[in-house]
């Protein structure tokens, strides 16, 4: 286990292989450890790196008023700070919102998203004006940069925003 800080946050990551860049966003309640096979088994292919989120397993705490925007800012930083440019960024559940924060904040820094179990609303949680504006806002075509996601899963109809390829 690594450790990065970043002023007074401790964060702790795992990392193997080599290859672009895939990060790991783990759910709720979780940490990098979720990932362990994930990790061993993509190395061949990627230099896979997975966090423990703020908060989470041996990562230091946050204040109980933290939201997305700090977590997915402080993401974009560790990415900085370990040198990780452009990456496939793959959040699981709660990562998943990780990930589309991280995006709508600084939409230059993932090369694709993916993104596993997320949250998708309920009905009537936001209004018909406030769901196509985030759908508007999130729209990006779609691309594949790996064999290993390069093709659309069974029923899906490209586009994909943001940029989500499966392999099926």
């Known amino acids: ?13 795992t990392g193997a292989g080599s290859g672009p860049p895939l990060v790991l966003l783990h ?3 979780d940490d990098s ?30 204040p109980e008023s933290w939201r997305m925007p700090e977590y997915a800012d402080v993401l974009a930083a560790w990415l900085r700070a370990t040198g990780v440019e452009r990456p496939h960024v793959l959040g699981l559940s709660w990562g998943s919102s990780v990930a589309l924060e991280l ?29 196509a504006a985030r759908l508007e806002a999130s729209s990006l075509p779609p691309t594949c940069h790996s064999r ?3 093709r659309h899963s069974p029923g899906c109809s490209a586009p994909v925003p943001p940029r989500v390829c499966l392999k099926s």
């Open 33 to 62: 450890r979720s990932w362990r096979r994930q990790v061993d088994g993509l190395a061949d292919e990627f230099t896979v790196l997975a966090w423990d989120a703020p908060g989470c397993g041996r990562s230091s705490d946050v």
């Open 148 to 150: 290993r996601f390069s």
């Open 1 to 13: 286990m690594r450790e990065l800080r970043l002023g007074d946050l401790r964060i702790a990551y």
């Open 103 to 131: 995006y709508r904040r600084h939409p230059h820094v993932p090369a694709s998203l993916i993104l596993a179990s997320a949250y998708a609303g309920w009905a009537g949680s936001l209004s018909a004006e406030e769901t």
């Open 27 to 29: 759910g709720g309640m």
